[in-house]
């Protein structure tokens, strides 16, 4: 299997993974090689790592999983970290873990001494198919998602499927999500395929994804014009997400359980702006809604959710901009939606 | 006169800089605009922004001044006053401040929303000279100078040396040792004029500054080779910059300050190992012996400057690497030094 080539990077998967960071290494001269991971990926995915690629790490650096911790403050942690323990210019950062950990750990070697390098190495479905090429980096403020950030390219990508093996089913449906948005938004042959498909994490499903996620990134690195369609259910899905984190007395949504719910509110969206047929949003509706669990929403929370809205860093003077669907596969970008319009959506959610 | 270009943006002084500023603003449609001070810069140069500038601001943003609230700390309470302010990835931050003030806002701007339009107008003399031109943003982390940021570079740097009139003559003296550095590591005749001059104010001698820095940072964007010649005096000066602000019982000394004694001790390294003639080098120190005070150093103190030196961000595997001078004028970089030098310069700074 052939490696994806992104921005300046290359994306590698399965057995040339372990040759391609080897090679890499061998040629590099880094002063110290670090890895980043939480307390899952070290004890699920540490060991593999450790066994497969036969890198001597100079130091192994834990922190705390899980999006509540995807903060400036953990940052802090790992700077100083790499600084106790004789990081330099020179240094390479691994990152091994989900997109919240390479998020934050590409934000962290992109900004220590004005930039190290790093390599990624995600561990979770989500984060193989989203996370791995695009080369957002960033971390949350309070329950604002990934309002700090830059973009920066890592030096490689490696995914290893077999880590897959140690996640639960709900972190796998969660990656699942993203995979079919990459159907609807830019292949509908893809979406047709995967939503029937019963191995979702084989290697050549997660390449697809990959690829395409890829095509758009490349084409606009900065977020200039077709990138954003890559956002279709995510407008109200992170204002979802970031509510549930944010609230005592909600359980906490995996970022694809959440844009599984954004998807189906913005599909609704397209289906009353876009001409999306009705057939179409109710397959959408239907597919989601046979791997994800209905989520209750109530007038108050609806409320909560819609104030958050305007503070999604996609939006511009206020306006909250949507990408949505003109049909399976054709994504249209910069849509206005009036407000009235997402008390619509939430109610053909709960049908 | 003319402006200074530099690598995507415009260093304008003087009256063309207010005219610059506002045709920069007519043109880019920005969602907010947001000013970033200190106490100080608010007291004494916010007024005559405001007067001269005639620039409609959204909200003014205001930090403590000085090297010891160049924290991470400090960066997330302007990200959240961003946030809380409606700053969105089309707003603009006006830095306007010292080299602090400056450093920190371009972080905060190119990290906010994975980065927003920022300009820069300094207002000491050491920011002009200095912060103006090369595009380095970032924090300290602990007492380690400048350990987070990124290279990023702003839409325009603003200079008005009538903001100079604010200052008192020790941060006026701070920015003088930036521009003899300038003069030793790059044009013997500015450091023969500038050493004799009277008004070093004066807009010609910055501007000859900032056009000397310029052309040495758009060779060498990214610091792989010549820009290390600007770190002439700063690997020793940094590490007794850093001293003092860590320990308690020692004045705190301005930048400028700390440089002028790194530039007399790195003077003697290079006479020592780079063939500096005796006689430039007594000219060097008896240059800033004559503007700055002899500053004490004991047994104890030197001992901790030479553990701090490997800590300087420019270090690579462990190594101390220098940028030394041939003659005046005339710099090389990549200079190992032997320990014991390092000693016998403090001797011959205390001669």
Redesign the interface.
């Known amino acids: 299997m052939e490696f994806i080539k992104s921005q300046s990077y290359e994306v590698h998967l399965e057995e040339l993974a372990e040759a391609a960071l080897r090679q890499h290494i061998a040629k590099s001269n880094y ?1 110290k090689v670090f890895v980043l991971v939480d307390e899952n990926t070290k004890k699920h995915c540490l060991p593999l790592f450790k066994k497969k690629l036969d890198i001597k790490a100079d130091a192994i650096f834990e922190i705390l999983s899980g999006e509540i911790h995807k903060t ?1 403050e953990t ?2 942690t790992v ?2 970290l790499l ?1 106790d323990n ?1 990081g ?3 240094s390479l950062l691994i990152n091994l873990g989900g997109g919240v950990l390479t998020d934050l750990g590409g934000f962290v070697a ?6 190290i390098d790093f390599i990624n190495i995600p561990t979770t479905l989500l984060s193989m198919v989203d996370a791995s090429v695009g080369g ?1 980096t ?1 971390v949350d ?2 329950s ?1 998602k ?6 920066n390219q890592p030096q490689m990508v490696l995914v290893f499927p077999k880590f897959l093996n140690t996640l639960d089913s709900r972190q796998i449906v969660s990656g699942y999500a993203e995979m079919l948005k990459h159907g609807l938004i830019k292949d509908a042959e893809y979406w047709k395929s995967l939503k029937s498909e019963n191995d979702f994490t084989d290697a050549k499903c997660i390449k697809k994804s990959i690829a395409i996620k890829n095509d758009v990134v490349t084409q606009d690195p900065t977020e200039q014009g077709i990138r954003k369609i890559l956002n279709f259910g995510h407008t109200l899905g992170h204002a979802i997400e970031s509510y549930c984190l944010e609230n005592p007395d909600r359980e906490t949504l995996l970022h694809g359980e959440a844009i599984a719910v954004g998807m189906i509110l913005e599909g609704f969206l397209s289906h009353e702006l876009k001409g999306l047929s009705k057939l179409s949003l109710q397959e959408i509706k239907d597919t989601f809604l046979t791997h994800f669990e209905r989520v209750d929403f109530n007038a108050e929370d609806i409320k909560a959710i819609i104030t958050l809205l305007k ?1 999604d ?6 306006d909250v901009n949507f990408v949505l669907l003109q049909a399976i596969g054709k994504a249209v970008t910069d849509v206005k939606v009036p407000v009235d319009l997402f008390h619509k959506a939430f109610a053909y959610y709960k049908e």
């Open positions: 002063s400036i940052c802090s700077w100083s600084s004789g330099d210019r020179k992109s900004t220590f001494k004005r930039g957002k960033g403020l309070g604002l990934n309002q700090i950030g830059v973009i503070y860093k996609k939006n511009s003077h206020g």
